[in-house]
C-alpha cells in the first residue's frame, strides 16, 4: 500500500523567502506525481505534474522535482508571496486509478 | 472547457439521516469519476471511482454507496449518516488513461 509523508506539517515565512516542501513516497512504482493547492473550505487546484520518467516540472515560480528510485519530490516556491498561503498536497498515481496523497503542508506567507 | 460541479457545498445533517451528494461534469466524454474524502488534518482517502455507467469500485469498506447513472454524473449516498461520516467529500474526475487532475469545489459534511 502506498504511504506518502509530507513534511513539515506547517510552514509561516516572511514575504520574499523561497518556500521548500517535501514529500515521500514509500512504493517507487508510480506513473506521475502531482502537487496540488488546497485553499480552506475548497475544492484542489492542480499546480504541477511530474512523469514518472521526468525530473522535474517548472510553472512560473513553482518548481517540482522528482527522485523516483528514492521515494521523493520537492515543491519549490519562490519569492513567496501572501497569495501563496495555503495547503499544498503531493499525490502519487501509482496504481490504476489510485491517487494516494499526503497530509498536506500548510503554509502562512506573512507580509 | 470542462467543468465539474458539486453539490450542496454544505450540509448539516443528524446522525441516521440519508445522505445524496451530487457530482457533474461537463465538457468531456467517458470521464472516469471519483469521490474522495478529506478529513480534518489527514489527507484525502479515496472512497469510489467508476470508469463507466453503472461501474462502481469501492476502496473501503463503508457506511457510504456511490452510484454512476449516467456518463457524466456520480452521486454519493448514505441511507443512515454515522458521526464518523463527516468531513469534506471531493468529486474528481480524469480522462481514461490519466489520473484524477480536476477536482469539484467540495461539499462541507458535518454529521452531528
Known amino acids: 500500500k502506498q504511504e506518502v509523508t509530507q513534511i513539515p506539517a506547517a510552514l509561516s515565512v516572511p514575504e520574499g523567502e523561497n518556500l521548500v516542501l517535501n514529500c515521500s513516497f514509500t512504493?517507487?512504482?508510480?506513473?506521475?506525481l502531482q502537487w496540488f493547492r488546497q485553499d480552506p473550505g475548497k475544492g484542489l487546484t492542480s499546480l504541477l505534474l511530474i512523469q514518472s520518467s521526468q525530473r522535474e516540472q517548472t510553472s512560473g515560480r513553482l518548481n517540482a522535482s522528482l527522485d523516483k528510485s528514492s521515494g521523493r519530490s520537492t515543491l519549490y516556491i519562490a519569492a513567496s508571496q501572501p497569495g501563496d498561503s495555503a495547503t499544498y498536497l503531493c499525490a502519487v498515481f501509482s496504481n490504476d486509478y489510485k491517487l494516494s496523497f499526503g497530509a498536506g503542508t500548510t503554509v502562512t506567507v506573512r507580509a | 472547457s470542462q467543468t465539474i460541479h458539486q453539490w450542496p457545498a454544505t450540509l448539516v445533517q443528524p446522525v441516521g439521516s440519508p445522505l445524496s451528494l451530487e457530482c457533474t461534469v461537463e465538457?468531456?466524454?467517458?470521464?472516469?469519476l471519483y469521490w474522495y474524502r478529506q478529513a480534518a488534518g489527514r489527507g484525502l482517502q479515496l472512497l469510489f471511482y467508476s470508469v463507466g455507467i453503472g461501474q462502481i469500485s469501492s476502496e473501503v469498506p463503508q457506511n457510504l454507496s456511490a452510484s454512476r447513472p449516467q456518463d457524466r454524473q456520480f452521486i454519493l449516498s448514505s441511507k443512515k449518516l454515522l458521526l464518523s461520516d463527516s468531513g469534506f467529500y471531493l468529486c474528481a474526475w480524469s480522462v481514461q488513461e490519466g489520473s484524477p487532475k480536476f477536482f469539484g469545489p467540495g461539499t462541507r459534511l458535518t454529521v452531528l
Open positions: 512504493d517507487s512504482a508510480i506513473y506521475n
Open positions: 465538457g468531456t466524454s467517458n470521464p472516469n
